[in-house]
């Protein structure tokens, strides 16, 4: 095992802070001392199913603690889950069914296993401990921390002066998720910037518990593909883990180039003199530098041979303006059209490359519909299109189709 200095340089790349200063490099002193592994731990709730980029900040460096010779603890919050945490949101989260948890839990174990190594994880789901829970546990957990406490919140102050209401359950998730540290016995705890309040309670519950409390370590939440909001599903702005080498490559190619140094650094192993060289427009070509982006992030869930042919693949779609060889296509019943044609924003709809007619519409007035081997773009949503198979449609950059009419 590499010394105690070495090893938190390393952990140090990238996070917000390790709360208290100064005390992560004595745990590792004492872990190297004594020959025993801190127990680092992640948690995650299932609220569903699919893990992008975001989630791997935290995941990523639960692995590098891994790859140091330390215990990865993986908390599925099975119960916490069903409470929502209440983290940075304006608003209460939605409930979850036991069922949907679960499900949503096996899904996410099979996303995990692509960044840290689960063969070497303890796994443990909080319905373990809080499933056994009496109404007396719940009342000596609850005693451990005041009104007064809770309301330091900045989520839950915010609420109050916007006059919108905070549950009672809700107040429990940070409680539940200090338990879950006590449970396993954590030395370290990873979690997003947002999720410090958590953390720190997690510290009072241990001293409460006898134990010598936990190290909050904290990382940035990851901006997404607009480079202005954290990266969610529900925005439209990721990048699943579990999604092909081209999409992965074609969407890292996307950001803006203000966001290149902060990927790199959150979503990369590569050296700091090596990012600022790639960040810098005056030594690297945005371009190239997005493309060494888009191979580092495809390589470590694909393979290197699968992010060359998702870079070749790009630069003929995108540099030379080639189509893809294996454009899907796409049923059109002949009884559809009027006289052999449809409008523009019908097409679109009829095609299924938009949400609804509205949709359809708003697409091509802002310019996203060309049409065949010219790419010709069409903005007006009533203009007709003689429609013929194989007639090749295009919204945006990533969507294409090939129409094929029957009946």
Known sequence: ?????????????????????????????????????LRVKYGIDPTGIDVHLGHTVPLRKLRQFQDLGH????????????????????????????EQVEINALDYLKQVGRIIDLTKTEVHRNGDWFSKFSFLNVLALTSQITIQRMLERDDFTKRLKAGSPIYLH????????????????ADVELGGSEQLFSLMVARELQKDDGQEPQIAMTL????????????????????????SAYDQFAKAMSIPDALMKEWFQLLTDLAESDITLLADSKTTHPREAKERLGREIVTFYH?????????????????????????PE?????????????????LVAALGLAKSNNDARRLVEQGSLSIGPDKTKISDPNQGIAITSGLVIRVGSRRIVKVRLEG
């Open 1 to 37: 095992m590499i010394s105690a200095s070495e090893q938190l340089k390393l952990l140090n790349r990238g996070i917000d802070a390790a709360v208290p200063a100064g005390e992560l490099q004595k745990k590792l002193e004492k872990s190297i001392a004594t020959g025993t592994p």
């Open 71 to 98: 215990q990865a603890v993986l908390i599925i919050g099975n119960y916490t889950a069903l409470v929502g945490d209440p983290s940075g949101r304006d608003q209460t989260r939605v409930r979850l069914t036991p």
């Open 330 to 346: 796409v049923s059109l019943a002949v009884s559809q059209l009027v006289e052999g044609m449809l409008t523009a924003s019908k």
């Open 220 to 243: 940035p939440i990851l901006r997404g593909l607009d480079g202005d909001r954290r990266m969610g599903k529900s925005l439209g702005n990721y990048i699943g883990v579990a999604e």
């Open 170 to 185: 809700e107040c429990l998730y940070p409680l539940m998720q200090g338990h879950d540290s006590v449970a396993i016995r």
């Open 303 to 327: 393979g290197a041979e699968a992010a060359e042919a998702a870079a070749l693949e790009w630069r003929k779609r995108f540099s030379e303006r080639q189509d893809p060889t294996d454009i």
